[in-house]
């Protein structure tokens, strides 16, 4: 295994440039390049050796920029929430209140794993894959199970 900072001056370019292409943000960039290297030093015996190393580097980054992402999507849909909630009155919070109150109800009703899967999925907001993982089932069985859930949500209106 070849010195971490020689692995660091040989592929720094190589990722910053990766990441730029997903960003279109130096800063960004720069900075989720910084945090690639913390966390593949972390990481370091999880390597292999079955790709190039520039792959694995490459593929912490993307993980890296999905989880950034995840947060900043989070952090705007969180600002649109509040904007909305000071634009509505107080009838119509008392009528969403009241429809989230039902939509509870109706998924109490559920079956454990329908239940758990539909929390996950919306206000986890995790993918079908990871769902599948958690559950050790599979992305297609939470796929299906999400489906038929909703489809029995819709039933009882």
């Known amino acids: 295994m070849q010195d971490m900072e020689q692995i660091y001056k040989e592929y720094f370019n190589t990722v910053y440039k990766y990441l730029f292409c997903l960003t279109h943000n130096n800063d960004i960039a720069e900075e989720l390049t910084q945090e690639t290297f913390y966390r593949a030093v972390k990481k370091i015996d999880t390597y292999k050796g079955e790709c190039k190393i520039s792959v694995w580097l490459c593929q912490i980054a993307k993980n890296l920029w999905y989880d950034q992402y995840r947060k900043n999507k989070k952090i705007i849909n969180t600002e649109e929430v509040i904007e909305k909630q000071e634009i509505c009155s107080i009838e119509e919070?008392?009528?969403?209140?009241?429809?989230?109150?039902?939509?509870?109800?109706?998924?109490?009703?559920?079956?454990?794993?329908?239940?758990?899967?539909?929390?996950?999925?919306?206000?986890?907001?995790?993918?079908?894959?990871?769902?599948?993982?958690?559950?050790n089932k599979t992305e297609n069985w939470a796929r299906v199970t999400f489906y038929r859930g909703k489809n029995k949500l819709k039933e009882s209106d």
């Open 93 to 135: 919070q008392f009528i969403l209140n009241e429809e989230k109150i039902s939509l509870y109800k109706k998924m109490h009703k559920l079956d454990e794993q329908t239940r758990e899967v539909i929390y996950l999925r919306i206000t986890g907001e995790l993918s079908f894959k990871e769902i599948g993982t958690i559950m």
